[in-house]
């Protein structure tokens, strides 16, 4: 799969992190949802919850606490943490910036789209701007296909893009300085 | 105009809401299910009905309900694919987006038929807008007793809960979605067992799509052996297709089983014609696992017949002149497409997607896509389109899950129907690295069947 492992990642800061008491209440509802003797099932949602509410990215402390609720070794985290491309190893900037860059998008122009945006960033795919705000990453077909190009921002989808689409949504985003209107995960099951 | 029976409620304001979609004669099935049929009525009319899978294998939905293991007393599973990944294909997201109760009402009977108790809806986690849609539904259907304990006095109980995916296109795959929904990296499983017999926690479990499930409704409330006679022989009732590409009207288009290709692709009803007055140059119909085809195949078969929409006008002729209905993302290509660049990018799909548990897919992908990419890029030589057919021969049919062979068709298709384009980009190196995008390239007319 997509994400590379670092070796250097494994080095933990042995930062406390913790859910609010609320989200707690939120995880407990979600490991209800499955049979008594197996909430390694609430791994997924709890790994979308933990990069949302606890830094932006699975760091090795985050994985090791979300190990600990769900009563699993840490290796069973991190094996699933690193297979699937929605979760970050590293940190991320404010605004993930995610555009398909799959054949129905690639023929609608998506390449005009990742170039433009490596334009009016100033960085290239994959990287973070210096101040922070935004991380620009390719990911594959976003199931959107009708209205390609589409590219997400922070699990929002932004379809049927043109590079004047793109310069309004970026200035947008650069006046608010603050996290997009995104729904909370603990609140979707 | 084929018939709608489907998608007949959208565009009714407000249908998303439990209570606009009731006064539509929602959840007027399920009342009727729960009042005058036994499970196995229900199982008896989904076989009349001739569904089959709308997921993309096209397995005989009856069938496979049939299949579920009945004797043991252990708890048994449904699991609705909503995981919807395929390049091309998002009829699913549409259905869930504006018709989530159609769905559930779906689910309910479905799981009565079936004997369950627990259902979990499997939603890709990109598709988190759904999650919200799907989860205000299901707490207003909870709220009006037609999902928990007791439904409708009638003595059947059902939970159903939503569970998202990580951003894995392998867990679409069934047992690898049983693998993710119990915590774990999504590695399809050997078969046998079949999810039938050992499933979700090793229990019975069924598997079914998101549309195969929308569908029971109006098949039990118009009878099987009428929904058997909608659609063209062993292709019944009508199907979602998703359809995006170079076409002038993309969307997701409700069709009778048996239209002409020819009409869907031409006609206002549907995609309205090729963008910018184009010619059509391809089509890859079922999603990007099925083989492509030139516009003379997709609209024609070899022997003149014109080609329908279904399982089995599509893949007449086999692989040497046919292809797959699939998954219904049918995917257009015009004059300026390219299908070098196309395989290469279908190619680099499969390589990021690629679960690595078999070696034929993880290295197979991980060789095909930097030799695309080299012939993409001007830098190919002969021998590289041959090595290709080599690879995606020894991948076919040598892996766990049908993923494999999804990797492989592409490329041996396009390689089969353009050879000359992948020819043409090794014997022209200086034209093809002087082009921005494999796109522009002007191919001689002569060597490419236009329409």
Excluded at chain 1, 46 to 66: C, F, K, N, P, R
Excluded at chain 1, 96 to 109: K, L, M
Aim: glycine content about 10%; proline content about 5%; aromatic content about 10%.
């Amino acid at each position: 799969m997509s994400n590379r492992i670092d070796h250097k990642l494994y080095s933990k800061e042995n930062k406390k992190v913790e859910f609010s008491a609320e989200t707690l209440m939120q995880i407990r509802k979600i490991i209800a949802h499955y049979p008594d003797d197996r909430q390694k099932s609430a791994l997924l949602p709890v790994l979308h919850i933990a990069q949302q509410e606890l830094g932006g990215y699975l760091s090795v402390d985050v994985m090791d606490y979300v190990a600990s609720l769900l009563s699993l070794e840490p290796i069973e985290v991190y094996e699933v943490a690193t297979f699937y491309s929605m979760f970050f190893l590293e940190p991320v900037g404010t605004f993930v910036i995610e555009v398909c860059e799959t054949g129905p998008c690639a023929i609608c122009g998506s390449d005009y789209i990742v170039n433009h945006l490596e334009k009016i960033l100033g960085i290239k795919t994959g990287d973070t701007t210096p101040d922070g705000l935004f991380t620009l990453k390719t990911v594959e077909c976003l199931g959107s296909c009708g209205t390609a190009p589409v590219m997400q921002i922070n699990t929002v989808f932004h379809e049927s893009m043109t590079p004047e689409k793109i310069d309004l949504l970026i200035s947008e985003l650069r006046n608010k300085n603050n996290k997009p209107s995104e729904s909370r995960w603990a609140e979707l099951f | 105009m084929g018939r709608i029976i489907l998608t007949e409620k959208i565009g009714i304001p407000g249908i998303d809401e439990i209570s606009v979609y009731r006064d539509n004669g929602g959840y007027s099935v399920l009342q009727k299910v729960l009042k005058d049929m036994m499970p196995a009525d229900i199982v008896r009319e989904v076989t009349k009905s001739g569904l089959r899978g709308r997921g993309g294998a096209g397995f005989p939905t009856g069938l496979k309900w049939s299949f579920l293991d009945r004797k043991t007393d252990k708890p048994r599973y449904l699991v609705c694919n909503a995981d919807e990944s395929e390049p091309g294909t998002f009829k699913d997201r549409y259905l869930m987006e504006k018709l989530p109760h159609l769905l559930i009402e779906g689910l309910i009977i479905s799981c009565y038929a079936l004997g369950v108790k627990t259902c979990y809806i499997y939603v890709r986690g990109e598709f988190k807008s759904i999650l919200g849609i799907l989860k205000k539904a299901l707490e207003e259907a909870y709220h009006q007793r037609f999902l928990g304990t007791n439904i409708l006095e009638s003595g059947y109980s059902l939970d159903v809960f939503l569970h998202p995916g990580g951003g894995a296109y392998i867990c679409g795959e069934e047992t690898a979605m049983l693998e993710s929904l119990e915590g774990k990296r999504g590695n399809p499983r050997i078969k046998p067992p079949f999810p039938a017999y050992k499933g979700l926690y090793d229990c019975p479990t069924v598997v079914n799509n998101v549309e195969t499930l929308a569908t029971v409704v109006p098949i039990i409330e118009m009878g099987g052996e009428n929904y058997a006679r909608i659609g063209k022989g062993k292709s019944t009732g009508t199907k979602l297709i998703s359809a995006c590409g170079n076409i002038n009207k993309p969307g997701v288009y409700e069709i009778e089983m048996g239209l002409p290709v020819e009409d869907f692709i031409y006609s206002e009803e549907y995609c309205g014609g090729i963008k910018n007055g184009k010619r059509l140059k391809a089509v890859v119909p079922g999603g990007s696992s099925v083989p492509v085809l030139p516009a003379e195949l997709i609209l024609r078969t070899l022997k003149g017949k014109q080609r329908l929409m279904t399982y089995e006008s599509l893949s007449e002729g086999g692989f040497d002149s046919g292809t797959m209905l699939g998954s219904g993302g049918f995917i257009v290509y015009d004059e300026d497409a390219c299908m070098v660049r196309n395989t290469w990018n279908f190619t680099r799909f499969y390589r990021h997607e690629s679960c690595g548990q078999c070696s034929p897919c993880r290295e197979g992908t991980a060789w095909m896509e930097p030799v695309l990419r080299r012939i993409e890029h001007g830098e190919g030589k002969y021998s590289d389109i041959d090595l290709l057919v080599s690879i995606a021969d020894k991948i076919e049919g040598n892996t766990i899950c049908p993923f494999g062979d999804a990797a492989a068709w592409p490329v041996s298709s396009a390689i089969r129907h353009f050879r000359h384009e992948f020819e043409f980009h090794i014997e022209h190196p200086e034209i093809v690295k002087n082009t921005d995008h494999g796109s522009l390239i002007e191919y001689p007319e002569s060597s490419i069947q236009y329409r």
